[in-house]
């Protein structure tokens, strides 16, 4: 049989504002890469939270979703994007 070979993506950084106040823009980078062996072609959507909890739905945590963001481009392996 032939072997499938499988992307893993992977956030690498994620750079916010310290602050911001009410009504301004709030801004938010972060670079995702490719760490497996196959491509990634699409499939995926970057989900963006503000959460006072590392852990995404920690009991108790308090969670906002900012926004739902499609891919910037499909990544090779060993490729990365950034989106802001």
């Known amino acids: ?3 499938i070979l499988h992307p893993d993506l992977e956030v690498q950084t994620v750079t916010a504002e310290a602050q911001e ?6 801004t938010i980078s ?4 490719n760490k497996g ?3 990634a072609s699409g499939g995926w959507v970057d ?3 503000l959460t006072d ?3 995404l ?3 108790g945590a308090r969670q906002f979703l900012l926004g739902r963001f499609d891919p ?3 990544l090779n392996p060993n490729e990365a994007y950034t989106n802001t």
């Open 57 to 59: 739905d920690a009991t």
């Open 47 to 49: 989900e963006v939270y």
């Open 1 to 3: 049989p032939p072997i």
């Open 72 to 74: 910037v481009k499909a």
């Open 37 to 39: 062996q196959g491509p």
């Open 30 to 33: 972060w670079t995702i890469a």
């Open 21 to 26: 106040f009410a009504g301004e823009q709030y």
């Open 53 to 55: 909890n590392p852990v």
